[in-house]
Structure formats: C-alpha cells, structure tokens
C-alpha cells in the first residue's frame, strides 16, 4: 500500500533508466543518508562509531570493490586482502613523502596504485578463468603479503615491523593519528564511501556494468559483440583493485591507526569474498547487507547472550562466527544463490503488494 | 653482471660444494612433496568423480588429525581413536553429500567450489569449538610411528634422515598404490572411473551417483587422515596447516586437475622446486620466499600451459 | 516468390567470399575445400545433413576458429585469421543455435549490449553518468526500442532472458545482433524448436530485416520449406565438403544434394 509504483509514469526513457526509479526508493535513500549525515553523529557514542559503523562502511567498500570483479564480471579473487594492503602502504609512503598534502587525497590516490598491482595481477585472465584464476589471485595474495613483511622500506622501516599512522590534518581538524575523533573518522569515511558507492552505481549501470555482466555471463558472446575480453577484465581488476586500495588505507588511516602485515593475510580475502557471497554476487546493496552480516555477526554473538546473563568467551564467539557463516554460505548458496540482496528484492516485491498475497 | 652471477652461477656452486646439504634439501624438499601430493590426491579424487572443486580437502586434514588427537586426549586408545575418526570422516562424508552436494547438484562449478569455501569455514569453527584452537602433538608414539633420525656420513659432511619422514613416504606410496589397484581392478573402482568420465551415461547404467560420492569424499577423508597424520607427527597439529594445505593448490595446476600420477609428481616437484629455491635463492631475497614460490610458479604454468604437465586440454565447443 | 530479375538486380558485389577454406580438429576434418562465396543483400542459405559443418563453417566465418587453409574475404579484405571481436568490428553478427544470451541480464540489456560497439563515451563521462553518458545511453535505447518494437517483443523488455520460453529467447539473441547494425547478419538454426506460428514470425522478421535494412543474411537452416521461401542462393554441405551450390529451385532437385540426405535409393523412387 505505501510501496507502490501507481501513478509514477515514466515519460522519457532517461527516467525509466535511473537508478532509482521509483520514488519511494528515492525518498528511502535520502532518509538513509539523513540518518549517516546527521542522526548518527549526533546519537553514536565512541564505541558504535569506532566499532560498529566505521569497519562496517569500510569492509562494504572493500566487498563493492569485489563484488565488481567477482559478482559483475565473473572472475574470482582471493587477493583482495593484499589489494587492500597495497593501498595502506601506498597511502602511508605517500604522506611520509609528501607530508603537507591532504591526507584525503592521499587516501584516494593510493587507489591507484593498487589499481596498477591489480592489473598486473590480472594479466593472466586473458589464459585462464574461473578456479585457475582464483589460484593466480593466491600468487597475488601470498606474494604481496612476503613483500609487505620483507620490505622494510614500506612500513618505514619501523622496528615492530606495523605501519604506524601520523597524525595529519584536514583543514585543521586532525583526521588520523591518536589525536583524530571517532566522529572526524566517522564522517571521513562515510563521505568518501557514499560518494564512491554513487561512482560505482554510476559505472554499472552504464555500458561498462554492462560489458562486465556479458562477459560474466558469457565471455564467448561477449567477444561476438565486439567487447575486447582482456581490456574488460583489466578494467576490472583495475576498478576492483582501486575500490578494495581505498578500503585498505582507510583501514589502517582512520579506522585501526596503524596496522601489521597480518591485517591483510589471506584471511581478509576470504572475509570479504564471504561478505560478497553471501550479500549477493553482482549487486552493490549486497555489498552493503553482507558487510553488516558478517561484520556484525561475531559482535551480535558476544552481546546476545551477554543480555540474557550467558557470557560467551570472545574466542568462541569468533569460532561461532565461523561455524554459522560457513554454514550461511552453504544455506545462501543452496536456497539464494544472488544472496540477501535478492532477498530483499522479494522482500520489496512483496511489499508492492502489501496487503494483498499477490 | 653481479646480479647475474648472484642468480644463475653461486647458487650452484654452493650445491656443489656441499653436496651433503644438497641431498639433505632434496630429501626435505620430497618429503614436502610427498605431503603435498597427498592432498593434492584428495583433491583428484573428489574432482575426478564429481567435478566439485574441494577447497576443504586442507581443512579436513587438520580436522581429522584433531579428531583423532582430540579423542585421545580424552581418553579412548591410540587404534580405537583411529577407528572412530575413520568413522567420523564417513559420517562428514555422507554429511556433505547430503547436506552441499544434493541441494546443489545442477550449480556450476563456481557456485560448488565457493560451497567448498562454506565447508572450510564451518569445520574451522567447528573444530576449534570442539577441540580447541591450541596447536596439538600428535600421537605418534601411541600408533608406532618411528621416531629418531638416520644419519649417514658421507658426501663431504652428514645427511640426517628422520624416521618419520622415511615412514610417512613409505605410507603414502603404499596409499597411492592401494588407491591405484582400487581403481583399475575393484567394481567400485571402476564405478568410479565411469562417473568421473559421464554422470549421464553412469546413471544410465545404473550407478548411484550419491553413493560414489559418498564413497569418493570418504576415500578423501582417509587420505586427509593419512596426510594428518603424517604431518601432524612432523611437526605439529595446529590450524595454519590449513593455509599450508593450500599449497595443494599449485600442486594441482602443474599436475592436472584429473591426474593421480600428476598429482604425485606435481607434489614432488613443487616440494623439491620450493625447497631448492628458499635454501639457494632465499637468502638473495631475504628468505622466506617458500610463502609464494609455488604459487607464482603454478603462474607460470598457468600462462603457457593451462593444462599443467598432465591434464586433459579443455576445448571448449561452442 | 519474388520475380527473380528484379531481386537479381537488387543483389550488389560480393561482401564476403570464402575459397578453399579447410578446418581439421585433431583428426576431424570438419571442413575440406570449401569455396562460396555471399553477395551484397542476398539471403544464403548453408544447408546439409547433421555434421556436415555447416555450425563449424559459420564459427571460421566468425572468427571463433581459424582456418588451417584457404582463404577469407569480407568487404574486399582478406580476413582469415581474425578474433570475433574483429569481426564484429567489421561488422558481422551472429546467433547461435543454442543461444548465447546474456542470462543474467534482461532482455533491454541484452539487446543495449549488442549497441558496445557503437557506445564511445568514455571512462570518465561513466563515472559520473549524469551529463553525455545518460544522453548517450538514452539515443542508443531509443534505437533498441525500435529493435524491440520490430520483433514484437515489448512486452518481455524487462524480463530476465533466463525465464523466457525459447521461441522468445531466439528473437531477443536475434534482437541483440541486429542491435549491431551488421552488414552480414549469421543465423545458426534461427528456427530450430519452433512450431508453425514462431516460424512464419522469424521468416517474416528475417526477410524484413533484408528487405527494410539492406542486411546480408546467411542462414543455417533445416527446413526445407524456409530455406526455399527465403534464400536467394544455397549452399549445400556433406561430410565438410560443398556439394551443390545453386538457387533454391535446382539445388532442390540436385542428385548429389538428394543422395545426401536420403541416402542412395534401392529400387524406390524418389
């Protein structure tokens, strides 16, 4: 009854194009947006600022990230983990060379330099496809990680081995070091990811998203009209790599402060390729769903019980995690293949139609 | 020009002058081998029966190994253990056959593989729930295994070979061949050759798809036991075995996807290669390169020969 | 029928020309020597038994195989080793008898697909798609909307391809190719799995798209009774060698064409 299209008649085809067509999907964005912008500061204390809304925003940048490469285009990756780490690194050379520029920029700019790693690492796909991708992406993790842990120079050369993060400033409001708040962090990294998100949408819904679908959904028509098979998947590993360079420095820069090699092992891979499944492969709210479930999960299971008077050991709620999100995939991958974002497509299908059954 | 000497000429000259820590290598190196093929021949033969790509092959050799050092810890003897983890890899054979590979049977393979990915996460959980996720020592006393080394002199210093490693290559081409006569000359065997060929034409003569591969991921399942066992008596049982397990991987892309045979000798290969290189070529990068060597030569492979050494070539029809 | 001198005289100079072209897999000789060659808004037909590579003849014209002898001539250029992507440049579309659409995608993107080639905004105008890109994607789904309205298929223009009924599915692969604006238009078994009513739609569409476009076509087919109404010429395969290569009407009565298919005759008149 609230959730109908009735009345809303498109008259040109640019706005039977936009991305969101109907208008309570737009009002409900500019509501999401209100409540980030402004609720949220205003209400978040430290804790749900540091812990629960900054990883959130950054992991579902790093799952967007991923999802263009594996869920659009159809190529798998295990290295997003060391993507990510290339744009911490990238980012922290940067600023020690280049001190006085914003830290902002250096934060997008690193990007790019995981977009190059990306590339590199994305040749092979013109040979090889599906599993034996996913064992090059390997190359690509395991590698990087030896280089992240050998190469002094990268982090500095500082004796514990870790990236520490310097304070820098942005229009004199400290953004990261020690000094820097939760709320400066906060709304940083909600900027650059909503405006990042809006690029993203932009690219897929355009001739690009496009070109990446066929080529996932079938490469050998894709060549027949005319896409250049190699061109689209460096493309994609180029974006792909970008988005997941961004979410790596904003990481260590405005979420951890300073981070080891370790934060970008191979186990980082699977988490956001997790997110990625189980949000649901080729849709860029998925990013977002499946961020919040797998991020949220090990926190809701340390708190749950905690409220009835059960406490659970921190260890076995990480070891939970692992059991129920191992066995989502199976669920996800058996009922809902295209994930909770399809869910809530039907969700909304339903809702139309509410509170008729059909 | 000193670069290039580095490279392609000392380390040579240092295998020569101590040809003993270059035996030495080697046999570290095929015991690795060895271990590697082991999971890489999990992994040939859940895929040659039912094309799934098993990413849990590496999970399961850690959970059989804790399983198995889990119950006795608790009490219950050495060979009764063993019998009663043997009962449990059938009982999480048949679990996933039910459970994964029924509910996804027309998926592609990407969608099977990541399902494999579901599996690895749910046993990590699981076992760590169970047993914990301190690292273990593995009976191997108790299941009379042989500890000690032999030492030989000889070639200019001493070559020291460890008991368990000289067992552990004994028990695994034992496995092969057991594995091999079982496919060649058993009915079962051969059910299972003629499901990997043709899942039509398997059912058609009325082979039951599940029971293959209820029967193929426990045949796995012993061979993951096997390996953990071994390289539980190694070193230790801990879960960063599961990354090493991953190693299998590689194996695998040299070897071929279908081939037992490959799978040896790709395991081999990868051993000695990674060896060889972190001993002689290590030290010019600053050691540690045995944490990509095999991936990024699995990458060469990849890239001029996607097959590997022994697979069959994919040609794709349109 | 149409009156044949008036349609002779339609047909233009040769577009494309295929002479002594051989194509071995392994030992499977697919195709041995053969030579044809596709004039200028002509319908060709490329007829024979199963087997006869007719599906493979098409593949080499595309670029998907390439040739181990002979050559290729499309629009006066020798192309004989070329990638699809190639091909689609010079302008050759393609259906497939197994259809090769786009699954994930409904059938509006399906069809914008096949316009790739002739979208050129670049990278920097779709990040921010608001300004030349949009413009350029709305021209472009005007002109799929004309696509969309030419083979009645409206209706379905939000469906994804995957839950349409195959009579349906052919006509969105056949609206994504003509999405190319190709001057050679291949058609792999257009009417494969089509009962009465779909055939005489696709014949309709297929000599529409001749007739008001000015598209070459060359077509698979198995019908006899398509391939008689619609070809200008036919080509006639057997075992991956021409056998007959004539105008409907005498490769109809061919010997050669009728041993082909039925077989040498044992006392039984034909």
């Known amino acids: ?358 | 020009m000193d670069i290039i000497h580095k490279v392609f000429i000392d380390p040579f000259v240092q295998m020569g002058m101590a040809p003993d820590l270059l035996v030495q290598t080697l046999w570290d190196g095929l015991v690795g081998g060895v271990l590697y093929a082991l999971i890489a021949l999990g992994f040939v033969l859940i895929f040659k029966a039912s094309g799934v790509f098993n990413f849990a092959q590496g999970i399961m050799v850690v959970f059989a190994a804790l399983t198995l050092v889990g119950l006795h810890e608790h009490g219950v003897p050495a060979f009764v253990a063993l019998g009663l983890t043997v009962v449990v890899m059938f009982v999480l054979a048949f679990g996933v056959e039910r459970l994964v590979l029924r509910p996804l049977v027309n998926q592609s393979d990407i969608i099977l593989f990541m399902a494999t990915f579901g599996i690895t996460y749910f046993l990590i959980g699981f076992g760590q729930l169970v047993f914990g996720g301190n690292p273990k020592v593995m009976i191997a006393q108790q299941l009379y295994l042989p500890n000690g080394a032999i030492e030989f002199k000889g070639l200019g210093g001493f070559v020291s070979l460890q008991k368990i490693d000289i067992a552990a290559v004994i028990i695994a081409s034992v496995m092969v061949a057991v594995l091999a006569v079982f496919f060649q000359r058993t009915r079962i065997g051969r059910a299972l050759r003629a499901v990997a060929d043709s899942h039509q034409a398997a059912l058609s003569v009325g082979i039951s798809l599940e029971q293959i591969w209820v029967i193929v991921w426990f045949a796995a399942g012993i061979v993951a036991l096997a390996t953990g066992i071994m390289w539980g008596a190694r070193s230790e049982v801990s879960f960063s075995l599961q990354i090493i397990a991953l190693k299998a991987l590689p194996v695998l892309i040299l070897g071929g996807l279908t081939s037992i045979p490959g799978a040896i000798v790709g395991g081999l290969i990868i051993g000695i290669g990674e060896k060889l290189a972190e001993f002689y070529w290590g030290p010019l990068l600053g050691g540690g390169i045995e944490s990509w060597f095999a991936y990024v030569i699995a990458l060469g492979f990849l890239v001029f020969r996607p097959q590997g050494l022994f697979g069959e070539r994919l040609i794709e029809r349109i | ?270």
């Open chain 3, 1 to 270: 029928m149409r009156a044949p001198s008036s349609r002779e005289a339609a047909l233009g100079e040769v577009l494309l020309a295929v002479e002594d072209v051989s194509l071995a897999f392994g030992g499977i000789r697919a195709l041995t020597s053969v030579s044809f060659d596709i004039r200028k808004g002509e319908i060709r037909a490329i007829i024979g038994p199963n087997g006869a590579g007719k599906t493979s003849m098409l593949n080499v014209i595309n670029g998907f195989y390439q040739p181990q002898s002979g050559r290729i001539t499309f629009k006066g250029k020798e192309r004989t080793s070329m990638r699809p992507y190639a091909a689609a440049e010079g302008g050759i579309a393609r259906t497939f008898q197994n259809l090769a659409l786009f699954r994930g995608m409904t059938t509006l993107d399906n069809i914008l697909a096949g316009r790739a080639l002739k979208m050129r905004r670049g990278f920097f105008w779709q990040l921010i798609r608001h300004g030349p890109a949009l413009r350029e994607e709305v021209e472009h789904r005007r002109r799929v909307e004309e696509i969309i309205d030419f083979l009645e298929i409206a209706a379905i223009r939000k469906v994804p391809v995957g839950r349409l009924p195959y009579g349906l599915q052919k006509r969105v692969e056949l609206g994504r190719a003509l999405a190319m604006e190709p001057d050679l238009l291949l058609l792999d078994e257009p009417m494969a799995g089509m009962n009465l009513e779909e055939k005489e739609d696709m014949s309709r569409f297929i000599l529409d798209v001749n007739q008001q476009y000015g598209t070459t076509i060359a077509l698979i087919e198995h019908d006899m009774g398509v391939v008689m109404d619609l070809s200008d010429r036919v080509v006639v395969l057997d075992y991956g060698r021409k056998i007959a290569d004539a105008a409907p009407d005498d490769v109809k009565s061919d010997k050669n064409v009728i041993r082909a298919y039925l077989g040498e005759p044992h006392g039984v008149s034909v």
């Open chain 1, 1 to 358: 009854m609230l959730y109908r299209e009735a009345g809303q008649y498109k008259t040109n085809y640019a706005a039977d194009m936009a991305v969101f067509p109907i208008l309570q999907d737009r009002i409900g964005m500019a509501v999401i947006l209100l409540i980030a912008f402004v609720v949220f500061p205003l209400v978040c204390n430290d804790f749900m600022l540091n812990a629960v809304l900054i990883p959130f925003l950054i992991f579902s940048l790093a799952a967007i990230g991923l999802n263009l490469l594996t869920g659009y285009t159809g190529l798998l990756s295990l290295g997003t983990g060391a993507f990510m780490g290339v744009g911490a690194y990238a980012c922290l050379k940067l600023t020690t060379f280049f001190p006085n520029v914003d830290i902002i920029i250096w934060i997008i700019a690193s990007g790019f330099f995981s977009a190059a790693i990306g590339v590199l690492f994305g040749l092979p796909s013109l040979r090889i496809k599906g599993f034996y991708l996913a064992v090059a992406t390997l190359a690509a993790q395991f590698f990087l990680e030896w280089c992240f842990i050998r190469i002094p120079w990268l982090y500095n050369n500082s004796v514990s081995g870790a990236i520490e993060v310097p304070l820098r400033t942005f229009m004199g409001i400290p953004v990261t070091g020690p000094t820097a708040t939760s709320l400066t962090r906060y709304l940083v990294v909600l900027s650059i990811v909503v405006a990042m998100t809006w690029v993203a949408s932009n690219v897929v819904h355009g001739r690009i998203g496009r070109m990446w679908m066929s080529v996932r959904d079938m490469d050998l028509a894709a060549e027949l009209i005319g896409i250049r098979l190699l061109r689209a998947k460096l493309l994609a590993f180029a974006v792909s790599s970008f988005y997941c360079g961004v979410a790596g420095a904003m990481m260590v820069f405005l979420w951890y402060g300073g981070a080891e090699a370790d934060v970008f092992a191979i186990d980082q891979s699977f988490l956001v390729l997790f997110m990625v499944i189980i949000g649901g492969l080729g849709t860029l709210i998925g990013s977002f769903f499946g961020a919040a479930l797998i991020y949220i999960l090990p926190i809701a299971l340390r708190a749950i019980p905690a409220a009835f008077g059960l406490p659970i050991r921190p260890a076995a709620a990480e070891q939970l995690t692992f059991v129920i999100v191992g066995a989502l995939i199976i669920v996800f991958l058996v009922m809902e293949p295209n994930g909770l974002a399809r869910l809530w497509q039907i969700g909304k299908q339903k809702l139309r139609v509410w509170p008729f059954p059909y």
